[in-house]
């Protein structure tokens, strides 16, 4: 339902948004962008591709961030993104598999034409296998911390089965 999640949201609901999407047997691809700012441009974008929407299930889902997650250093964690102030998530999910390339399509041209007005940063739990890519861009200027720490605690990459940050050595 339109609405269902505007306002205030405690953590743990927070967490539990996404659930119903992830029932066993749905077929899904997500893609994410984080943004500073919701231009008149990257709406217009939005507005669009919710006009086209490839099955009933689909959805864009946009949360407003800042607030205590901006003024956490960039330093201090792992996560990068400070200054995004709107994570926008691309939830294409439908049941048959003769409607994967319509809907994979969809998410992958929605979310490269709304690129140019992105932040270029992306939440890490939101990328999918395909993006490794991106993995630098979701860790920000922490990234070559987080490889010394790759390497000093797991140089043969036994954690790998994620948005895997690689050794180097």
Excluded at 35 to 45: C, N, R
Excluded at 85 to 112: G, L, P, S, T, Y
């Amino acid at each position: 339902p339109h609405g269902e999640h505007v306002g205030m949201m405690p953590y743990v609901a927070w967490q539990k948004a996404f659930d119903p999407l992830l029932t066993p047997g749905a077929r899904n691809y997500w893609k994410s962008h984080n943004f500073s700012d919701l231009s008149d441009e990257a709406l217009e974008v939005i507005i669009d591709y919710a006009g086209k929407l490839p099955s009933d299930q689909t959805e864009i889902f946009i949360g407003l961030l800042g607030g205590e997650t901006s003024r956490v250093a960039v330093d201090a964690t792992a996560y990068a993104q400070r200054d995004a102030q709107f994570v926008m998530n691309v939830h294409a999910r439908w049941e048959a598999a003769k409607d994967d390339q319509k809907c994979i399509n969809w998410a992958r041209e929605f979310f490269n034409i709304s690129a140019p007005y992105a932040t270029g940063g992306v939440y890490i739990n939101f990328m999918t296998a395909e993006e490794g890519d991106r993995v630098e861009a979701a860790y920000g200027a922490g990234y070559q911390r987080l490889i010394q720490l790759k390497e000093k605690y797991d140089p043969g990459n036994l954690f790998r089965l994620n948005q895997n940050i690689k050794p180097t050595t």
